[in-house]
């Protein structure tokens, strides 16, 4: 279990952490979902989500590229010398995520990393 539903009760409430030597990105989308995500840029792999919090979208700390909450690719720099470059193909990785009851009023968040599929 990576966290509880209650913790992102909110549109743009993310959480992040590892398991299984995966850094993950939870997050409440726009649309009310849950989403997990490898916390990996797909640019040069760095972590696009640090702690816990509020967000309206992840920017990655290095060059900027922007992910939404539903892990689309929405802003991207750095790209002058990549041909054919398609941002749809680059959002961020998803994990498979299920919510499992805990106790009477509390639900847990589960993700799954699938080994193999890494960013
Ligand atoms: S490493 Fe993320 S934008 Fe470059």
Request: glycine share 10%; hydrophobic share 35%.
């Amino acid at each position: 279990m990576v966290g509880r539903v209650e913790q992102l009760a909110n549109p743009g409430d993310f959480l992040t952490g590892s398991v299984l030597r995966t850094s993950y990105v939870v997050v409440r989308g726009s649309d009310g979902s849950l989403r997990a995500f490898h916390n990996v840029c797909r640019h040069h792999a760095s972590p696009v989500a640090c702690g816990a919090g509020r967000a309206e979208s992840f920017v990655c700390p290095y060059h900027g590229w922007t992910y939404s909450l539903e892990g689309k690719l929405t802003k991207a720099t750095r790209l002058k010398d990549i041909e054919d470059f398609k941002a749809k193909d680059h959002g961020l990785v998803p994990i498979r995520t299920q919510t499992c009851v805990v106790s009477r009023r509390r639900e847990g968040i589960v993700a799954e990393p699938d080994r193999g599929r890494s960013p």
